[in-house]
């Protein structure tokens, strides 16, 4: 599981730095203070709030070490001074960076738990956590939520006939279209094997409209390739739409537009819509 760190434990750590940059150095007799004892708020400092944070605790700590050498007799450009001076920035610069670098990794990490790597939509495990999400935020704000299934039609036959290769070319060439078709606030996933699910946030009503508008897109793209109509590839999607008064779950609403999905297969129909509230036949 990736981490993030959370604002209070910024704050508390900024504290911390204030603490020793400012307080304990000036509460402490100015023999007993070593100008090294700077490095550690500039450490911390640079740890959690990057280059910024580790240039500018730098900063302060040349201020304050310079009030302490100058009332200890200390001449502030004698070579000792310097070298501690030139010592601060390279290691708030150097802390700066690897904080940086650390918070890079991270968002890779984070990046590859969450996508499938076929098709570099959202994997299962995220639509698990972003749909009960969703969810929650549209109870709270009494929002209309949707939800579209879909699958590939004939891809059994593309695979068994054209092999696994050319399998995963028209699962990747869908998630492409699928991502250039929907809204920048919708959110698309594959949720497995040649299933892909699509959360339509804050959509009630109006969802039927955009689904047809995803699937004519995906599908005209797919129509204008030559090949044997019968391993033509195609999309068939059912959707579950919430309005805002209607209770709900995240499950009935997987539930609601699965059966939605199974209805259209049957019928051979590319989109059936199922409303939460009613009762699915």
């Known amino acids: 599981m990736i981490t993030r760190q959370r604002s209070w434990e910024k704050l508390l750590l900024l504290s911390l730095s204030i603490l020793f940059a400012v307080i304990v150095p000036f509460s402490l007799p100015r023999q007993t203070i070593s100008l090294s004892f700077f490095i550690i708020p500039i450490i911390l ?5 990057g280059l910024p944070g580790g240039l500018g605790c730098a900063g302060v700590s040349v201020i304050i070490a310079g009030v302490i050498a100058r009332g200890a007799g200390m001449r502030l450009f004698e070579p000792q001074m310097i070298a501690q001076v030139i010592l601060y920035f390279l ?18 990490l984070h990046s590859t738990a969450i996508t499938d790597e076929l098709t570099g939509l959202y994997n299962y495990q995220h639509f698990r956590t972003r749909i009960h999400e969703e969810v929650k935020r ?11 299934m879909c699958d590939i039609d004939r891809f ?49 009503s109006e969802a039927e409209g955009v689904a047809r508008r995803i699937l004519d897109t995906v599908n005209d793209a797919f129509a204008t390739e030559a090949m044997d109509d019968s391993l033509r590839p195609s999309l068939t999607a059912g ?17 609601f537009a699965d059966q939605a999905l199974y209805r259209a297969k049957r019928a051979g129909k590319p989109l059936e819509v199922a409303a939460l509230g009613e009762q699915s036949s």
Do not use: C, W
């Open 91 to 108: 290691v708030g610069s150097f802390g700066g960076f690897m904080q940086r670098e650390q918070e890079r990794i991270q968002g890779m």
């Open 138 to 148: 549209a109870k709270r704000y009494g929002h209309p939520l949707s939800l579209m």
């Open 156 to 204: 059994k036959k593309i695979n068994d006939t054209l092999g696994h290769s050319n399998g995963n070319f028209v699962l990747n060439k869908m998630a492409s279209l699928m991502k250039d078709s929907i809204r920048e606030s919708d959110m698309a996933f594959r949720y497995g094997g040649d299933e892909f699910a699509i959360i339509l946030p804050e959509t009630g």
């Open 239 to 255: 959707i579950a739409i919430r309005d805002a008064e209607k209770p709900f779950s995240a499950e009935l609403l997987i539930s």
């Open 45 to 49: 400092a640079a740890s959690y709030y």
